[in-house]
T-cell receptor, first 117, second 113 residues
Framework: GAVVSQHPSWVICKSGTSVKIECRSL??????MFWYRQFPKQSLMLMAT?????????EQGVEKDKFLINHASLTLSTLTVTSAHPEDSSFYIC?????????????FGPGTRLTVL | EDQVTQSPEALRLQEGESSSLNCSYT??????LFWYRQDPGKGPEFLFT???AGEEKEKERLKATLTKKESFLHITAPKPEDSATYLC??????????????FGTGTRLTIIP
C-alpha cells in the first residue's frame, strides 16, 4: 500500500501562536508532497506543492510567509502556520506522490484539524 | 481552466439499491481522472485512476468508467459501510509538470440499512 501519516491529528492553539504539522510517507519515497485545506462541506483546495530540496510552489492567494512549508527529506514535509488567527481554523490535509511510478496518483494523509481560539 | 462537476450533491439509497455517481469534466487534455472516498474527519482514500475513454476499473462493489466528457462511479448492492463522500479529481495537460489536481465538490452517499 501507500501510507501517509500526519501529526498531530488535531490541535487547538491561541491566536498569534505558530503551529507545525508534519506529513510523512511511511512506505514510499515522495519527491512531491501537497498541502490542502478543506472547509466544512467544501472540497479540497490546494495550498501549495512541496518539492524535496527546493522551495514550495504556492497557489494564488496563499500567503507563503504565513504558511511555511519545508520538504527536507523524501519522506517528510512540514507545514507551519505562523501567527495563526481564527480564520485559519480548518482541516489541513497533505498528500504524497509516489516516486518512480508511472501514475500521477496522490495518496492522502488522515488530516489535521486546526482550531485557533 | 479545468472544471469538475459532480452530481448529485447528495444521494440516499436503501441497502442493496444500486446507483451511479456522475463526474463531468472540462479539461484541455486529460492525463488522469481519480476517484477518492472520504469519510467525515478523514483524508481522502484512493479508489481508482482512469486514463483514457473506455477504461473501466472495479473494486468490490464499485466500478468506475470513463468517457471523453464524464466518469461514472457505479455502486452495486451497496452496504451501510459504503456511506461516505466520493470525490472526483482530474489531472490535465495544462498542469503537466506541476501535478496539480482539480477536485469536484463531491457526492455525499448515505446507505440506509
Amino acid at each position: 500500500g501507500a501510507v501517509v501519516s500526519q501529526h498531530p491529528s488535531w490541535v487547538i492553539c491561541k491566536s498569534g501562536t505558530s503551529v507545525k504539522i508534519e506529513c510523512r510517507s511511511l512506505d514510499f519515497q515522495a519527491t512531491t508532497m501537497f498541502w490542502y485545506r478543506q472547509f466544512p462541506k467544501q472540497s479540497l483546495m490546494l495550498m501549495a506543492t512541496s518539492n524535496e530540496g527546493s522551495k514550495a510552489t504556492y497557489e494564488q492567494g496563499v500567503e507563503k510567509d504565513k504558511f511555511l512549508i519545508n520538504h527536507a527529506s523524501l519522506t517528510l514535509s512540514t507545514l507551519t502556520v505562523t501567527s495563526a488567527h481564527p480564520e485559519d481554523s480548518s482541516f489541513y490535509i497533505c498528500s504524497a506522490k509516489r516516486q518512480g511510478r508511472g501514475t500521477d496518483t496522490q495518496y492522502f494523509g488522515p488530516g489535521t484539524r486546526l482550531t485557533v481560539l | 481552466e479545468d472544471q469538475v462537476t459532480q452530481s448529485p450533491e447528495a444521494l440516499r439509497l436503501q441497502e442493496g439499491e444500486s446507483s451511479s455517481l456522475n463526474c463531468s469534466y472540462t479539461v484541455s487534455g486529460l492525463r488522469g481522472l481519480f476517484w477518492y472516498r472520504q469519510d467525515p474527519g478523514k483524508g481522502p482514500e484512493f479508489l481508482f485512476t482512469l486514463y483514457s475513454a473506455g477504461e473501466e476499473k472495479e473494486k468490490e462493489r464499485l466500478k468506475a468508467t470513463l468517457t471523453k466528457k464524464e466518469s461514472f462511479l457505479h455502486i452495486t448492492a451497496p452496504k451501510p459501510e459504503d456511506s461516505a463522500t466520493y470525490l472526483c479529481a482530474v489531472h490535465s495537460v495544462a498542469n503537466f509538470g506541476n501535478e496539480k489536481l482539480t477536485f469536484g465538490t463531491g457526492t455525499r452517499l448515505t446507505i440506509i440499512p
